[in-house]
């Protein structure tokens, strides 16, 4: 699934294509992805401009006079911008054209989303999601509040939504590698020290793979573009059975909420 780093790189992506430009045309191929598509809601944002574009969580936020395209991109989901012309493949569901170009949604499982918001209404998918773990609002306080009665595994408590959004596996497993936190300790057993620690190096880590991601995007517009997971540099994720590259244990992988986990037995002792 493609996690909050990879979707910001993606609105960075569009969003030199799109942004200002009127939409001209929105086609539906698929009735439902994980919701009904709005169909009559979304064709009638034809000649609206797009104002911005927007992330809240993992959803893109394409913002319009008339209302806003809500995008998800699911479990295996992609954009592209392209042109209008260029043949369709299996599983492209959405066309959203702009003049010659179109956004256009790919999504082979069918996990993703397409919805529509009226100007000033929240919609339903926001209402239980935290703080952006990138602003102010994310800070030690608050996470210190969220684990203070939680005796649920550190790694579950950071990929909880409504504790903070966009923590998915790859970056919940770095971050505790990073502040030396085992994924499965008690959340309530974590000092304070370390939790305003981990608030600090999720927030790091997080910005690092944007930037890096964001260096990475040359051109978003080719017919097989798509941002992906830009090359890493991991510690853990992915990683199990292999040597810490930090003291050279062999890493080990547990699942926790059917995630893998891999952590160093020596550098995150429980």
């Known amino acids: 699934m493609p996690e909050l780093p990879e979707v910001e790189v993606s609105r960075m992506g569009v969003s030199a294509h799109l942004d200002g430009k009127v939409i001209s045309d929105v086609v539906i191929r698929t009735p439902k992805l994980r919701w009904d598509i709005p169909k009559r809601e ?32 699911g479990m295996s989901g992609s954009l592209r911008v392209i042109d209008k012309t260029v043949e369709l493949k299996k599983h492209d569901h959405v066309d959203i054209a702009v003049g010659n170009k179109v956004l256009r949604l790919n999504d082979p499982r069918r996990f993703g989303a397409v919805l529509f918001s009226e100007i000033g209404v929240e919609h339903s998918v926001f209402s239980k999601l935290g703080p ?13 509040a969220m684990c203070a009665k939680r005796k649920a595994p550190i790694k ?6 409504p504790v903070v959004v966009g923590v998915g596996n790859i970056y919940a497993n770095e971050s505790l590698f990073l502040t030396g936190i085992h994924p499965q300790t008690p959340a309530n057993k974590i000092t304070k020290k370390k ?12 910005a690092a ?15 097989d573009g798509k941002p992906g997971y830009f090359a890493q540099s991991l510690y ?7 040597k810490c590259l930090k003291c050279e244990s062999i890493l080990e992988e547990v699942k926790l909420g059917q995630r893998a986990s891999v952590f160093c037995p020596q550098c995150q002792k429980r």
């Open 42 to 73: 979304l064709e009638a944002l034809v000649g609206q401009r797009i104002n911005a574009i927007s992330r809240r969580a993992k959803y893109l936020v394409i913002e319009t006079g008339a209302g806003d395209i809500i995008i998800h991109l």
């Open 132 to 144: 952006e773990p990138l602003t102010d609002d994310f800070n030690s306080e608050h996470l210190i």
């Open 156 to 161: 579950q408590v950071i990929m909880d939504n």
């Open 195 to 206: 939790l305003k620690l981990l608030t600090d190096v999720i927030k790091e880590v997080l």
């Open 209 to 223: 793979a944007i930037k890096q991601g964001g260096t990475t995007l040359k051109d978003f517009s080719q017919t």
């Open 236 to 242: 853990v994720y992915g990683r199990g059975g292999e």
